[in-house]
């Protein structure tokens, strides 16, 4: 090579490096005043106090415990922090601002006591959006069905926002009704003076549909809506059953969204239609379900939108919110969005086209055979990057750690359908569906370096089973009805799936008639409430729970005017284990993956996390099922709790070398913020178990020793 050549070469190098840097330096990592971080939800910190080679030396520094913790609560809650204060929520749904130094409470403020009510269930919180201008400083957060905001400095509702301080998320939703379940578990993204907001919803036919709506965060008026479930002459109306698509929900954005600031593009990931596991009632591809929405952020109109599962019936919801990555490919630097996903794909595309990044082919998958189900006959599969977990389970993948646990697992299959990675719900026979139902990737999360343009992914890599059973349409509505709202978790025999999901049996031991439909009407830990179901079918189902064999018998649960209920249902949410509670297949259960997003090939995989018992009888840490996600660091270090073992760790951001744990009061499934005061790094995590581990209180930061 020539000297020419070479000079030309290094300022051409120099030209893209510093185009790359031109363009991160307009985004400030070194803070977490948002929900991901930074505003490009990277995940990501450039602080560098804490580095591999100190980061041993870390020590608790402060705890703040919110002191509310109840039987089977959680903190999902990452908390944020600006101009010194930490922001974050309880297990019962009080918002707080502490001094991010020392963990002093600096205000708390309980949304039930304006609400009225006590607050037996409202859902989690996995955190708060922050806004201000000038001296207008607010912090905007959900409790119930309920949208409120708060003076950012002292915790007094702002009651000219919308009635006295609060919205009511069940209005403006350009629907007939009014009585859903809603619950907003994420929080809203801030783009100028709007909040855009998604919502959780029933799992059932009585859903609510999931338009994604924006909110004037002045005044609390609703400023725009996009209808995830198309209205009749609108786009993708055409992908849905029309007799029935107005009694149709879901598609709705659960996971939270992610906001291109300069662009005035707002990214939204949409999960499954209802009912998730038999679509007779939505024949189509159901847009815009299942799919990764570019949205203009000040109007709401679309600009492009990739489904990544067709008419699903698994319940493939996208779990997190998207990343903004900026990345080089072809020599060229190219500014994207990186979608991870429950089935272990992550699928990357142009922000502002929508043209993936790599190759996504329309693959042909296996057929339903479920009466009156028309399911799609391909489904869309990335080339690159790579998955970031197996993606078929077979019978050399079944646990065989010990003879009897083998057996067990094999007996549970005897009848299953398994190797399939799209096998749809069968009327015979279970599926076993893997990667699961809790992923793959969670709300948790990715982080991304864009440094080194690294994706960070955590998952779970355990088998779940689909058992679908005919409705009983004709037969005991009490039955019908609770299967409809009750089923799905607690299983048709109503054993439940303890200790995250308890048994119903031999409620009439415990309860009156008149107790019962106070708990269904209020909800009570992860249960959520059931006020917005008639009263009539309250009493059935109480009937029903009860004892009374006959409630509702002979009744005909479908005709014109009534709502309809599916032909078929999923028998439980259910993890493939032995007796025990062991995971049914061989580990690692529990990922920590590290992918090169310029390549999309895998720089390293490791284990996460350990279940002590089994370590105890001498088998290599398994990894454990993980709710939370990872946050990486300009010090060369990568943080993660979200492990049922109660720790939080550190990682080699560049080798996946584990580098430092500590236990925790509780289980960290939340990620961790880190953030800088008085020139001191602190590293800080959500400890509110749950998931069928010991609920907790506190929020824990670590720091260096002074």
Request: glycine share 12%; proline share 6%; charged share 20%.
């Amino acid at each position: 090579m020539s000297l020419r050549s070479s000079i030309t070469l290094i300022l051409l190098s120099s030209i893209l490096f510093f185009s790359c840097e031109k363009k991160t330096d307009t985004i400030d990592y070194s803070g977490w005043g948002h929900y991901g971080g930074s505003e490009d939800g990277a995940r990501f910190s450039s602080l560098a106090q804490i580095t591999k080679e100190n980061v041993a030396q870390l020590e608790v520094v402060w705890t703040y415990h919110t002191g509310d913790a109840t039987e089977r609560s959680q903190i999902q809650c990452q908390p944020i922090v600006v101009n010194g204060l930490l922001y974050g929520s309880t297990p019962k749904l009080n918002v707080f601002a502490l001094d991010a130094g020392t963990g002093q409470e600096v205000w708390r403020f309980d949304p039930f006591q304006v609400l009225g009510g006590e607050n037996s269930w409202a859902g989690t919180n996995r955190g708060v959006s922050y806004w201000e201008e000038g001296d207008d400083k607010r912090i905007l957060f959900s409790a119930g069905n309920w949208l409120m905001a708060v003076n950012a400095l002292t915790g007094e509702p702002i009651l000219s926002f919308g009635d006295k301080g609060k919205v009511d998320l069940r209005k403006d939703l350009d629907t007939d009704l009014e009585d859903f379940l809603i619950v907003s578990n994420s929080p809203g993204v801030v783009f100028e003076d709007k909040l855009i907001l998604g919502m959780r919803l029933s799992e059932g036919l009585d859903a609510a549909p999931g338009h994604v709506r924006a909110y004037n965060i002045k005044t609390g008026k609703r400023e725009w809506i996009f209808h995830t479930i198309p209205q009749q002459g609108e786009p993708g109306y055409e992908t849905w059953d029309p007799k029935h698509i107005r009694q149709i929900g879901g598609a709705n954005n659960w996971a939270g969204m992610t906001v291109d600031q300069e662009r005035g593009i707002v990214f939204v990931p949409t999960g499954s239609a209802t009912y998730d596991f038999w679509g007779g009632y939505r024949t189509g591809d159901n847009l815009y379900a299942n799919s990764l929405l570019a949205l203009d952020a000040r109007t709401g109109k679309r600009i492009w939108h990739f489904q990544a599962v067709h008419h699903d019936v698994w319940d493939r919801d996208f779990p997190a919110p998207p990343n903004l990555i900026r990345i080089q490919k072809d020599g060229k630097w190219i500014d994207a969005v990186a979608q991870i996903s429950k089935q272990g794909m992550t699928y990357v595309f142009d922000r502002e086209t929508g043209e993936p990044i790599w190759p996504i082919n329309e693959t042909p998958v296996t057929q339903s055979v479920m009466p009156g189900e028309i399911s799609s006959k391909t489904q869309p599969m990335p080339t690159l990057p790579e998955p970031f977990m197996k993606m078929v389970f077979t019978e050399k993948d079944i646990l065989n750690l010990k003879p009897e646990w083998e057996a067990d697992i094999k007996s549970k299959l005897s009848n299953a359908s398994i190797g399939d990675t799209w096998a749809p719900p069968h009327p015979d026979k279970p599926i076993v569906l893997f990667p699961g139902m809790d992923g793959g990737g969670e709300w948790g999360g990715a982080s991304f370096d864009p440094t080194t343009q690294t994706m960070y992914i955590n998952a779970n890599q355990i088998p779940w089973l689909i058992d679908m059973t005919p409705n009983a349409s004709f037969g005991n509505v009490g039955q019908s009805v609770y299967t409809n709202y009750c089923g799905n978790c607690h299983g048709l025999e109503r054993k439940g799936n303890p200790p995250t999901i308890p048994s119903l049996i031999g409620l009439k031991e415990k309860y009156t008639p008149d107790s019962l439909d106070l708990l269904l009407q209020k909800g009570r830990g992860a249960m959520p409430a059931f006020g917005h179901i008639t009263t009539e079918e309250r009493g059935v189902l109480i009937d029903y729970l009860m004892g009374k064999a006959d409630a509702g018998d002979k009744k005909e649960l479908e005709s014109e005017n009534t709502k309809l209920y599916p032909r078929y249902y999923m028998n439980g949410y259910k993890r493939l284990t032995t007796k025990e509670g062991i995971y049914g297949s061989n580990p690692p259960w529990g990922l920590l993956t590290a992918i090169d997003m310029n390549t999309g090939k895998k720089k390293w995989q490791v284990t996460l996390g350990e279940i002590d018992s089994l370590s105890a009888q001498g088998f290599a840490p398994t990894g454990t099922e993980n709710y939370g996600g990872p946050v990486a660091t300009a010090g060369g270090v990568l943080f993660i709790a979200a492990t049922k073992d109660e720790k939080i760790r550190a990682f080699d951001k560049e080798t996946g070398t584990i580098l430092w744990e500590a236990k925790l009061p509780a289980s960290g499934h939340a990620t961790p913020a880190v953030y800088e005061k008085n020139g001191k790094q602190y590293l800080v995590i959500a400890c509110g178990g749950g998931k069928g581990t010991k609920s907790g209180d506190a929020y824990v930061a670590f720091a260096l020793p002074d």
